[in-house]
T-cell receptor
Framework: GQNIDQPTEMTATEGAIVQINCTYQTSGFNGLFWYQQHAGEAPTFLSYNVLDGLEEKGRFSSFLSRSKGYSYLLLKELQMKDSASYLC??????????WGAGTKLIIKP | GAGVSQSPSNKVTEKGKDVELRCDPISGHTALYWYRQSLGQGLEFLIYFQGNSAPDKSGLPSDRFSAERTGGSVSTLTIQRTQQEDSAVYLCASSLLGGGGIETQYFGPGTRLLVL
């Protein structure tokens, strides 16, 4: 079957670094997305990885290991506005997105 | 408009009534998706439209759910004889091409449906 696993909730401190992990099992694989969703709002695109390695975009970086079926989102210099849910989504052989349940990130001062 | 719009933003209805939810995708986007998100849960795929192709209805939870997309643009999701378990946020997303490419999906603000 197809499955995306990520932690339900994480807590971190303002100014610190946090890593949100995601493991996936999809029938075929055509890349992995990370989306950010603030409470009561729609998800917005953060990153897309299809090749192994780390991609950096400012304070946010995303990593993919295809052989391990594993990705992580790294957030540096955390700000209070980073409090949100982070959704991991894998694409299967039909290019359909398989969504994880999301990781709720709580930032404390 | 600049983004995906959805209406109504909130809908409260009584069990057994029908509801219609509307989605206006980004102009020029050929692919349109409907998702359902229950409180604290991830996105549940419902249905996917791509151009003039037959829609992928594989995610619709029951025959009470149906969707149309008229003229390749606006879409309406209809839930007949609503049940309390239908209460959720219904999100619509669009992407430029769909049909086998990897694309970012752009989401609307959602319709929050509460069935009493």
């Amino acid at each position: 079957g197809q499955n995306i696993d990520q932690p339900t909730e994480m807590t971190a401190t303002e100014g610190a670094i946090v890593q949100i992990n995601c493991t996936y099992q999809t029938s075929g694989f055509n890349g992995l997305f990370w989306y950010q969703q603030h409470a009561g709002e729609a998800p917005t695109f953060l990153s897309y990885n299809v090749l192994d390695g780390l991609e950096e975009k400012g304070r946010f970086s995303s990593f993919l290991s295809r052989s391990k079926g594993y990705s992580y989102l790294l957030l540096k210099e955390l700000q209070m506005k980073d409090s949100a849910s982070y959704l991991c989504a894998g694409t299967d052989s039909n290019y359909q997105l398989i969504w994880g349940a999301g990781t709720k990130l709580i930032i404390k001062p | 408009g600049a983004g995906v719009s959805q209406s109504p933003s909130n809908k409260v209805t009584e069990k057994g009534k029908d509801v219609e939810l509307r989605c206006d995708p980004i102009s020029g986007h050929t692919a349109l998706y409907w998702y359902r998100q229950s409180l604290g849960q991830g996105l549940e795929f419902l249905i996917y439209f791509q151009g003039n192709s037959a829609p992928d209805k594989s995610g619709l939870p029951s025959d009470r759910f149906s969707a149309e997309r008229t003229g390749g643009s606006v879409s309406t999701l209809t839930i007949q004889r609503t049940q309390q378990e239908d209460s959720a946020v219904y999100l619509c997303a669009s992407s430029l091409l769909g049909g086998g490419g990897i694309e970012t999906q752009y989401f609307g603000p959602g319709t929050r449906l509460l069935v009493l």
